[in-house]
């Protein structure tokens, strides 16, 4: 059986013959050239970076367009580093699922060094330093996810652990972005060589969210004397710290057993699926979807690496953003969350499977084409009714993709805001969000979810949020059999800016969406009688208003 180890790498025919694509350029090179010159380094070891960035980058080398590979850095799962990077070589195996039932296979050889960035691992911490020190140096990128970037408590004050990071100064950073502006700190300390750092995590204006989380460290860090002012003029100054924009996007579900079957059965051996002491769920593999998107800012004021060679669309911020928005904010994401939420009270455990229900779907293609398509400006890079188009009738319904909602559903709070509410800003400003219906049903449907109660009325598992058991407190008296129970309990999240962007009542959603909560807890069978009453009432609206809107803005 093959495995991931530089040893087996010797024998890349073995590797051919197992059907899998092998890395056609001198790893040992490219290794020591990484080490002695760093260009790129990524903050987050998990499987979107893997089949994504890592795969961008083997393109590049393949062609002999770079000579160096990528640096990855978890700041939060020592065992993974440990295991997945460190334990197979840094190498990996990308698993591309196809629609029509093709899987493709291939070595990941690009991911030269990995290394675990904590306090508590000091030689690490030192090499990480070393890498942002060295003015070779060109970008950092990030996926964390978006609640990596949160710096708030469930109360909207800065967390615990934010506060301990500002007081505790540079030196002893925990929280993500802490450690990201202490790496600044050391590379402007080392002469002040210019960097991009680029979010390519899936939200809003990612870029600008870095930036601001990094900034609100490093100015508590000044006003404490940790720090000088010239820290704080690098870090603003763009022609020196870059925080380009950007859109990603690639279905990337946790690895699955029948995924590791197949491998094994190829003659492929290295397929144990992990779940870590922090439950990170990993394997040696990546199973992935083929689609996939790249969308960055142009603004790199030390050079980058030649992605556009790889597929990646470079371009400016005002086109990343509003691609960013027709993915994030209208032609996917929201799409998955509704399915998430819906999936989960209907005992769905299969994405795809979901695309079948014509109730679900029915949601999904009101939320996107009814509501979401009449407010998505056309980016001129990529068509968004061909995107939607693409997502509902080819990408969701991939039945090789092993996604579930129950995945999806994991830090809703995190989402909602970006997911749902800047929609809802679109049509609040335009005073039309009355006409919303599916949007709020979804939301509605969240509220609901949090009842830890299935349709039947049988306890199910919540997803991992950080949020959970602060805003379960306030549904605890809701009642499933009596709608009276609704009352206001909603008020405190439906209001929550923090969650939202903005207070649902001052849209006139907030009461609308408490009735549709009255609804879904009428008693066992209401959610599902429930999202059929308005799924069935609008999809003969929703078909004919596709038509209308296949012209965006």
Known sequence: MLMLTTETMQNLAAFESAGITVPHFDRAAVTRATTANPAWIHFGGGN?????HASLQQRLLNAGESETGIVVVDTYDDELIE???????NLSLTVVMKANGDIEKELIASITESQYLAESNPAGTARVRAIFANPSLQLATVTITEKGYNLKGPDGELSGLVLGDIEAGPDHARHTMAHLASLLLERYRAGATPIAMVSTDNFSHNGEKLRDAILVVARAWKDRGFVDDGYLGYLTDPAKVAFPWSMIDRITPGPSASVAGELQAAGFGDT????????????????????????????????????????VYFTDRDTVNKVERMKVCTCLNPLHTAMAIYGCLLGFTSIADETADADISALITGIGYREGLPV????GII?????????????????????????IASDTSQKVGIRFGETIKLYRNTGAADDLTFIPLAIAGWCRYLLALDDGGEPFELS????????RRYVSDIRLGDPASVGRRLHPILSNRDIFGLNLYDTGLGARIEGYVEELVAGPGAVRSTLHKYASTTSNSTTSNTEETASCK
């Open 383 to 407: 068509d968004p009714k061909s995107f939607l188009d693409q997502v509902v009738g080819e990408r969701l319904p991939n039945k090789r993709i092993p996604d579930t909602p129950q995945r």
């Open 48 to 52: 979107l970076f893997r089949c994504l």
């Open 376 to 379: 998505v400006t056309n980016p």
């Open 83 to 89: 295991t997945i990077y460190q334990g197979r070589d």
């Open 272 to 311: 144990e699926i992990l779940v870590t002491q922090k439950h990170t769920t990993t394997a040696p593999f990546v199973n992935t979807e083929e689609v996939n998107y790249l969308v960055v800012e142009d603004t790199f004021p030390n050079g980058r690496p030649p992605l556009e060679k790889a597929g």
């Open 464 to 471: 991992p949020d950080p949020m959970n058991e602060h805003l």
